[in-house]
């Protein structure tokens, strides 16, 4: 479910994301994915904001105990922007991770303490 709001510049936007993870052992999964975000449209060319996304895995049958760290829940905040050209977009974000700051990454660590993103996109 998405969910936006305006108030003047600036754009309030939440997404409500989960899922329900078959895979072909015969285990199900529970995964919650949500993100919000705060953007101000500057300009229809420059729009700069703030989002903040989570991602925790939840075993159904018999979850492991204590609870790996790739299951999270793991939680990232950081700045992003928007960039429009007429047909042509790019938006970018790179954030910070808040929960368990002080792991320390082992191999095979999904989750690193920094996470970035880049999409460019093409209007059709």
Known sequence: MILQRRFGLARVI????????FYYDGKHDIVLNPSAGL??????TIQPGIEWWMRGEYPEENPPSPRPFN??????????????FGALWWTTGIYLRLSDT?????????YGGVWARSVLGVEL
Do not use: C, K, W
């Open 14 to 21: 939440a997404n409500l994301s989960g899922e329900r993870e």
């Open 39 to 44: 953007t101000f449209e500057l300009s229809p």
């Open 71 to 84: 299951l999270g829940p793991h939680h990232y905040l950081g700045p992003t922007v928007l960039l429009q």
């Open 102 to 110: 002080s792991h320390t990454m082992d191999i095979g660590d999904g």
